[in-house]
Structures are given as structure tokens and as C-alpha cells.
């Protein structure tokens, strides 16, 4: 059983910054795909970015455009992803999620078997 605990979402300008944080329970982070998500009122939970369990590779979602930067440290159990450049499309609940597969590539939500609660972002225009 892994508990994911996300933190670092507020209210920010457009154009500003914000640095998301997850924090996972037990010994076996590493073995885990690690993702973000988003939800934004009335749509669908969307792809942000993933990576790999040794943090070598990354992969993001379409919109990211160089935006966002996803990392890890495995010795901390931490996954963030820093956001630059916000725009109000950007607001949403931000949810990180554990894929025990490599598949750092999987944009979908199947394999991800664990979840957090999600922190709200907010992009004022």
C-alpha cells in the first residue's frame, strides 16, 4: 500500500509560478512510474506529465509545451512538478498517481493504482 499526499497548490497570477509536491508512504517509491494529472471543473482528468522510476526519462502532455518540469528524489519519496509560466486554463486539481509498470509513456489513468487527494491550482488572469 503506497498513500501519495500532494502539496504546494494555491492561487497565483498568470504568468506566475507554483511547485507541486507528492509524498509517498512506504519503502517501495522507487519501483513506481510516477504521474501528474489535472482535473479542471466539468472536464475530464487530463495527462500532465510522467516519469520514469529512476527519474531518467520524462514525458509530458501535449499543452505542457516546456511549461512544466517533472522530477523526483527517490531518497525523499518525492515527485514535483514545477510550473512555470501559468496560465488560468492551468487551474484544476492537480492529482499525482503510482504506475507499478515502466510504462512511462501511458498517458491513461488504468495503471496508475494509487492515488492522492489532489491540491487545487489557481490562475487568475
Known sequence: QVQLVESGGGLVQAGGSLRLSCTASGRTFSSYTMG?????????????????????????GDFVKGRFTISRDNAKN???????????EDTAVYYCAANPTANVYYTGTYEYIYWGQGTQVTVSS
Open 36 to 60: 501528474w494529472f489535472r482535473r479542471a471543473p466539468g472536464k475530464e482528468r487530463d495527462f500532465v506529465a510522467t516519469i520514469s522510476r529512476s527519474g531518467a526519462t520524462t514525458y509530458y
Open 78 to 88: 518525492t515527485v514535483y512538478l514545477q510550473m512555470n509560466s501559468l496560465k488560468p
